[in-house]
């Protein structure tokens, strides 16, 4: 069965760094662009960052850039997400998803084929 499982996310403090992880089952991840997904409460699920399949090529959402950092082992069939520098407005659930085309993108979700069922990220003093 494909899936996809989050791990990583806690409770941290304001400044603090968490690294989620996106592990694949059933299916190699050479071929699909990952991209990671938030939502908090009340508000739409927004796209964070992506990172593509045929040349690793990455993008941020503006909210996190310079502070988030994405990446992918594909021999241990998983992406990472390192946060740095968490501010309170990150709190939201976390999701990865894998799009089989291999195309990066976080404007949409609709393209993605699979996902992860969401971790928690609570950034709180």
């Known amino acids: 069965q494909v899936q996809l499982v989050e791990s990583g996310g806690g409770l941290v403090q304001p400044g603090g760094s968490l690294r989620l992880s996106c592990a694949a089952s059933?299916?190699?991840?050479?071929?699909?662009?990952i991209g990671w997904f938030r939502q908090a409460p009340g508000k739409e699920r927004e796209g964070v960052s992506c990172?593509?399949?045929?040349?690793?090529?990455?993008y941020y959402a503006d909210s996190v850039k310079g502070r988030f950092t994405i990446s992918r082992d594909n021999a241990k069939k998983t992406a990472y997400l390192q946060m740095n520098n968490l501010q309170p407005e990150d709190t939201a659930v976390y999701f990865c998803?894998?799009?089989?085309?291999?195309?990066?993108?976080?404007?949409?979700?609709?393209?993605?084929?699979?996902w992860g069922q969401g971790t928690q990220v609570t950034v709180s003093s």
């Open positions: 998803a894998a799009d089989y085309a291999g195309f990066c993108t976080i404007v949409s979700s609709v393209p993605y084929d699979y």
């Open positions: 059933a299916f190699t991840l050479d071929y699909y662009a």
């Open positions: 990172i593509s399949s045929s040349d690793g090529s990455t």
